[in-house]
Antibody, heavy 120, light 111 residues
Framework: QVQLQESGPRLVKPSETLSLTCAVS?????????WEWIRQPPGKGLEWIGS???????YYNPSLKSRVTISLDMSKNQFSLRLSSVTAADTAVYYC?????????????WGQGTLVTVSS | QSVLTQPPSVSGAPGQRVTFSCTGS?????????VHWYQQLPGTAPKLLIY???NRPSGVPDRFSGSKSGTSASLAITGLQAEDEADYYC???????????FGTGTKVTVL
């Protein structure tokens, strides 16, 4: 059974960089699929942040592209998100997920999500 | 910023059938990109309900069905149950944005 678990600081100061890691178990991220980040501000809808293919190719939401970096760590079977210059608008629950490249990149496994608050 | 529009809410009595739409454009749904649907129960992560317009993952009841026509997609729930009360989101790829987009979300209430 594939499982994903987000981890990282829950509180980030404005203008600093948000960093999260998604640990994957039950599947080797080097074997395939896309690895994705999605966020959801409190009480609002879902927003796709970006994804990384197992080959290392990255794809970002154009509205966040200048601030986002997604990377893989094959040795630890995890992938990471970095979002720079954060503001209060970046306060959200951040989810990691697997994108099924065989099925139009549908998100078939999700982490439980972690709430990150941007505040001084 | 969402380019996929859903009705904010729909409701129905137990046992009834409800349907709701996900309206896009020629750069996403109308371009033939697959539409996926997710169910988000209160306080939990979204769960894949329908992928590639009409396909159900293993374990999803056949009460849930998806369809697509032109620039819109729809999700139908037949035999509505109390446990179906949740938020539902559609998702597709948008070629103009060169990225994935989610719908605005629909809250289903079981009366």
């Amino acid at each position: 059974q594939v499982q994903l678990q987000e981890s990282g600081p829950r509180l980030v100061k404005p203008s600093e960089t948000l960093s999260l890691t998604c640990a994957v178990s039950g599947y080797s991220i080097s074997s395939g699929y896309y690895w994705e980040w999605i966020r959801q501000p409190p009480g609002k809808g879902l927003e796709w942040i970006g994804s990384i293919y197992h080959s290392g190719s990255t794809y970002y939401n154009p509205s966040l592209k200048s601030r986002v970096t997604i990377s893989l760590d094959m040795s630890k079977n995890q992938f990471s998100l970095r979002l720079s210059s954060v503001t209060a608008a970046d306060t959200a629950v951040y989810y990691c997920a697997r994108g099924d490249s065989d099925n139009w990149n549908s998100l078939d496994y999700w982490g439980q999500g972690t709430l990150v608050t941007v505040s001084s | 910023q969402s380019v996929l529009t859903q009705p904010p809410s729909v409701s129905g009595a137990p046992g009834q059938r409800v349907t709701f739409s996900c309206t896009g454009s020629s750069s996403n749904i109308g371009a033939g990109f697959g539409v996926h649907w997710y169910q988000q129960l209160p306080g939990t992560a979204p769960k894949l309900l329908i992928y590639g317009d009409t396909n159900r993952p293993s374990g999803v009841p056949d009460r849930f069905s998806g369809s697509k026509s032109g620039t819109s997609a729809s999700l139908a729930i037949t035999g509505l149950q109390a446990e179906d009360e949740a938020d539902y989101y559609c998702q597709s790829y948008d070629s103009s944005l060169s990225g994935y987009v989610f719908g605005t979300g629909t809250k289903v209430t079981v009366l």
